[in-house]
C-alpha cells in the first residue's frame, strides 16, 4: 500500500470506533480500496489499537466490526493528532456542508480520489441558501449567526486534489475560499472550505437538497440536523 494512503486508511478504520463500524461501512465511507485495508486492519489489531467484537470470532475479516479497546484510546488519539497535523499542514483536509455532502458528487464528479475522514460543525454560523443555480434555486452558503451551527463532514483531498476542487466550484465566480476552523470528533480542526459569495435569498431546489440530505444520512450527521434539512422549503 503507498504510504500515502496509509493515514487516510487508518483514520478511517478508527474514526468511528465507538460505533463498530463494519467493514463495508469503513469501505464505503472513506471511499477505500477493499483489497488495501485487511493489511492495515490486521496491523492495527497487533498493535491493540482496535479488536474484533467476540460475537464476530471466527467469520472473516470482511464481515467483522470493530472497536477501539479504552486502555488503548491515548494511543489511538495521538496516532490520530500525528496524522491529522500532517494532512492539514499538507493542505488536504476539506470541510463540506453543503452539496458536495453527496458522496457519489464528492468522490465521482467534484474531486475523485477524496476520502471522508469525520463529521464535523462549524460553529456560529447558519445555514443559507444565498446564491442561485442556473436552474432557479438556492445554493448553500452561511452566515454569522452567534449560538447557531452548521454540520457537515472533513474530506481529505488527494494529492493535487485542492487544484481539482478549485476549478469544479467555479471559485471565481461563486465561490470564496476560506481557512476555517471546525469542532470534529478529533477535536478542532483547520480546513479549507467554499463561502458562497452571495447574491441573494433563496429556496433550495428538490435535487440539490436531495443530494445534501442523503449525504447527510449517508455519513451519519445528527438526526435532528437531517431532519431539519429534510423540512426545508423548497423553489420547485
Known sequence: MPDID?????LSIIREADNAPSFQTIV??????????????????????????DEDAGKPLTLCRFLTPK????????MV???????AGEGRLYFA?????????MYQERCPGS???????????????????????????VERSPG???WGIIYCLPPGGNEILDGNQNRSEEYRKVRTVVKSSFGP??????RTIPEGSFLPGRRYLEKMSSGAQFFGLPQQYLRWLVSLPLSN
Open 81 to 87: 493528532a500525528d496524522y491529522l497535523i500532517e494532512l
Open 6 to 10: 496509509r493515514p487516510i486508511t487508518i
Open 148 to 150: 447557531d451551527q452548521v
Open 97 to 105: 456542508y453543503g452539496a458536495n455532502l453527496n458522496p457519489d458528487r
Open 28 to 53: 464505503n465511507r472513506g471511499n477505500l480500496n477493499a483489497e488495501e485495508l485487511p493489511e492495515v486492519i490486521e496491523s492495527l489489531k497487533k498493535q491493540g489499537l482496535i479488536f474484533s467484537l
Open 115 to 141: 476520502h471522508f475522514l469525520c463529521r464535523a460543525v462549524l460553529e456560529g454560523y447558519r445555514l443559507v441558501f444565498n446564491r442561485q443555480t442556473k436552474q432557479g434555486g438556492g445554493i448553500a452558503g
Open 189 to 194: 480542526l483547520c480546513c479549507d472550505s467554499y
Open 71 to 78: 486502555e488503548a484510546q491515548k494511543a489511538v488519539d495521538q
